[in-house]
Structure formats: C-alpha cells, structure tokens
C-alpha cells in the first residue's frame, strides 16, 4: 500500500516562495504518475499540478503556471512543488496524491491514493 506525508507548508508573504515534500512509500509508490491538489475554506479541491512516472512529462493548473514548478526523486520516493511568487489566492491546504493506476496524474485523472495536506498560507 501507498502512504504519503507532506511537509514544508507555513506562513509567507506575497511574493515569497515555499518548498512542499511529499514523501511516499510502498514497494510501488514510485510506479505510479504524482501530484498535487489543493483545497482553500469553501472551496472544492482542484488539481494544482501533477507529474509522470518518470518526471518526464509534467502538467499544471492556469493558475499556477510559471509560477510552481513540480517534480520527483523516485530514488528519495518523494514528490516536490517549489511555490514561487505566491500570491494570497494561493492560501490552501495543499494534499499529495499518487494515481495508484497509471503512470500519469493530469488534470482529469482521480488519485487512488492521498496525502493528509499541509498548510499553506500566503499573507498580503
């Protein structure tokens, strides 16, 4: 079975950056395509950004692009997003994911497996 814990959410400023670690395990955490979600009071979960089972091919929400960058060490089994030029629309509670069934996690794909979040507050 999949696992996976986050960390590396807190408080910033506008315009400052943060780095969020998901890390998995499992025999196969590593098989599978990853990303990231996140989810703001009120509001539905959304899809912030996911990558292949290689790294190879990465995929991100209007919102965040050119601004967050995703990628993964399979040999640390751990996912990365470096947030920068946040902005206070960004404050969410940000939650791994792992597909658990492909080797991709788009936009449109549903993760079988989830992190618990982390945190992430953008101050004006």
């Known amino acids: 079975q999949v696992q996976l814990v986050e960390s590396g959410g807190g408080l910033v400023q506008a315009g400052g950056s943060l780095r969020l670690s998901c890390a998995a395990s499992?025999?196969?955490?590593?098989?599978?395509?990853m990303g990231w979600f996140r989810q703001a009071p009120g509001k539905e979960r959304e899809f912030v950004a996911g990558i292949s089972r290689s790294g190879g091919s990465t995929f991100y929400a209007d919102s965040v692009k050119g601004r967050f960058t995703i990628s993964r060490d399979n040999a640390k089994n751990t996912l990365y997003l470096q947030m920068n030029s946040l902005k206070p629309e960004d404050t969410a509670v940000y939650i791994c994911?792992?597909?658990?069934?492909?080797?991709?996690?788009?936009?449109?794909?549903?993760?079988?497996?989830w992190g618990q979040g982390t945190q992430v507050t953008v101050s004006s």
């Open positions: 994911a792992s597909s658990g069934s492909s080797i991709y996690l788009r936009t449109t794909d549903t993760p079988r497996y």
């Open positions: 499992g025999r196969t955490a590593s098989s599978y395509g």
